[in-house]
């Protein structure tokens, strides 16, 4: 079984771009959530997807927002990047739809670099 | 809004001893408690986790321990060994939600 995967693995950008994450969910998982860990910091819930459709969001401005394909793959992008914007993104699936206490299953994430 | 910390960074121990991770908590309606290992470049992996009508779950090496009128939930690992290196996180949820991570302890397990 294929784990969750993202790309792009890093992510270099200049501050006031957008940049464009990307999340495949294990198969037959369709809910989807993202998270940035910054520097020092713990995980940080950013979005949650399920079915196509945002289900709930972190306390983030709007310029993070994402969608959720019909194949449950997911997009984060974040607009305006900004200097603090630099960390780690992790997407992570899950079999059930908030409806049950099972695991996250984690990508490696994408390494978000603003300079 | 931090509703679950874990106040120490880091944490170090030698092999065989025994390794003992904490995580508060505020909120009185987590129900579920899970913990998260995280080597470098990887992304996080389940661990263990514990229902708030258990006080211990075991799992070979690893207890967790929940204590509910402390709203506090520790994790101990026994005998620790060098694999066992790595941040570990606390992530306890209620109404299955999945959004509470603390900000993780890194464990190092010194040969």
Known sequence: EAGVTQSPTHLIKTRGQQAT???????GHTSVYWYQQALGLGLQFLLWYDEGEERNRGNFPPR????QFPNYSSELNV????LEDSALYLCASSPDRGEYNSPLHFGNGTRLTVT | D?????NSPSLSVQEGRI???????????FDYFLWYKKYPAEGPTFLISISSIKDKNEDGRFTVFLNKSAKHLS???VPSQPG????YFC????????????????LNVKP
Do not use: W
Request: charged share 15%.
């Open chain 2, 19 to 29: 390794s003992i991770l904490n995580c508060d908590y505020t909120n009185s309606m």
């Open chain 2, 75 to 77: 994790l101990h690992i």
């Open chain 1, 79 to 82: 607009n305006a990047l900004e």
């Open chain 2, 84 to 87: 066992d290196s790595a941040v």
């Open chain 2, 2 to 6: 931090q509703q679950v910390k874990q």
């Open chain 2, 91 to 106: 992530a306890p949820s209620y109404n299955f939600n999945k959004f509470y991570f603390g900000s993780g302890t890194k």
């Open chain 1, 64 to 67: 993070f927002s994402g969608r």
């Open chain 1, 21 to 27: 994450l990307r999340c495949s969910p294990i198969s």
